[in-house]
Structures are given as structure tokens and as C-alpha cells.
């Protein structure tokens, strides 16, 4: 079963600090998602990531992947209030039939 | 950009009821479909697979009497909610994958809200 793990599931964080999300998965992929959710939205794509050593950027949000460990990180810079969302990691599992299968989520409070 | 339309986006009904939502992808062609459902501050739970012009696939403990998925054409899947009861009530989200492929694996729609009364 492939079984995808973030942590933290819950952040509470001030404006203006730096912070990681962590995305840990059972199975061999080179493709993870990271997605953003808005209370009572559904889901929207922030960073596509299909190779080792992948790294993008958005405004103050860094996605990196490292397929050898398993693990991809969301690392939030100087983080704003806009920026309070449920943070959802997924993976490509190519042995499950190429489902995407979704991490608990990340759910970020960023406080003024 | 792809586009996947979801319809209705809230649906309050009485218990008993069947329920219909569609799910079109706008701008291209899905081969594949996905259902997804979501409890309350909780992850996407992937419900069933539906290929156009075959059965659709269930996950495991998803009963398929109960959840109805049609994929008549590459454009549209439909998931029907028979019999609705109040334990049915969630978040239903569908995604659509384009038969081109491309770096998305799915494009989502807006999710529909489910109330059974």
C-alpha cells in the first residue's frame, strides 16, 4: 500500500517566520504534487515536481523533492496571513494504477 | 488551461433522495475520470476510477450499488448518490485526466457539497 505521511498536520505560525512542511512517501515515484485547499474549495495546484533534486518556487512558497529519501518539503518564507490554507502533498503511485494518492494535509494558521 | 467543471456545487436534500453530479472537463478529452470524497478536515479519499465506455473501478469499501459512476463520453462522468442518507453527506470532488497527458496528473473540478437532511 502506498502510504503518503506529512507533518505537521496542524501549524500555527506568526506573520513574518519561516516554517517546512513534510511530505514522506512509501514507494519508488518521481512525481509529487503539492496543492493548496481554501476552506469549502476544492483543490489548487501549486508546484509540479517530476525529477530528483526538483526545486520550484512561488512567492514565499519552496518546493523541493528528494526521490532517493522519500521526501518532499513546502518551506514557507516570512509567511503572511493570504497564505493560511490546508497544504495537501500527493504522489504518483505507477505500481497503483497511476492514482494520485494524497497525504492527510498540512493545515497552516498564519497569525497577524 | 484545462478546465473541469463540476455541477451542482451544493446540494441540500431530504434523506432517501438520489443525487446527480456531473462532472465535464471543458477543453479537453478525459479518458479517465476520478471520484474523490472528503470529510471535514480531512485528506481526498479516491472513491472510484471511471474510464470512458467501461465499468468504473471501486476502491476497496466503496460500495458501488450506492455511488453510481457513468462516463458516457470523454467529456463527462456522472456520480449518482442513490438512496442518500445523512452518513452520505461530505465534500464529492471529481478530476479529469486529459488523454494527453502533460505534467498534471489531474485537473479537479470545484467540488460538490452534499447535506442530507
Known amino acids: 500500500e502506498l502510504k503518503v505521511e506529512q507533518n505537521p498536520l496542524f501549524l500555527s505560525m506568526q506573520e513574518g517566520k519561516n516554517y517546512t512542511i513534510y511530505c514522506n512517501y512509501s514507494?519508488?515515484?518521481?512525481?509529487l504534487y503539492w496543492y493548496r485547499q481554501d476552506p469549502g474549495k476544492s483543490l489548487e495546484s501549486l508546484f509540479v515536481?517530476?525529477?530528483?533534486?526538483a526545486v520550484k518556487q512561488e512567492g514565499r512558497l519552496m518546493a523541493s523533492l528528494d526521490t532517493k529519501a522519500r521526501l518532499s518539503t513546502l518551506h514557507i518564507t516570512a509567511a503572511v496571513h493570504d497564505l493560511s490554507a490546508t497544504y495537501f502533498c500527493a504522489v504518483v503511485g505507477m505500481e497503483y494504477g497511476n492514482k494520485l494518492v494524497f497525504g492527510a494535509g498540512t493545515i497552516l494558521r498564519v497569525k497577524s | 488551461g484545462a478546465v473541469v467543471s463540476q455541477h451542482p456545487s451544493r446540494v441540500i436534500c431530504k434523506s432517501g433522495t438520489s443525487v446527480k453530479i456531473e462532472c465535464r472537463s471543458l477543453?479537453?478529452?478525459?479518458?479517465?475520470m476520478f471520484w474523490y470524497r472528503q470529510f471535514p478536515k480531512k485528506s481526498l479519499m479516491l472513491m472510484a476510477t471511471?474510464?470512458?465506455?467501461?465499468?468504473?473501478?471501486?476502491e476497496q469499501g466503496v460500495e458501488k450499488d450506492k455511488f453510481l459512476i457513468n462516463h458516457a463520453s470523454l467529456t463527462l462522468s456522472t456520480l449518482t448518490v442513490t438512496s442518500a442518507h445523512p452518513e452520505d453527506s461530505s465534500f464529492y470532488i471529481c478530476s479529469a485526466r486529459a488523454r494527453s497527458g502533460g505534467e498534471k496528473p489531474q485537473h479537479f473540478g470545484d467540488g460538490t457539497r452534499l447535506s442530507i437532511l
Open positions: 515536481l517530476l525529477s530528483n533534486g
Open positions: 471511471s474510464n470512458e465506455g467501461s465499468k468504473a473501478t471501486y
Open positions: 514507494t519508488t515515484s518521481d512525481r
Open positions: 477543453d479537453f478529452q478525459a479518458t479517465t
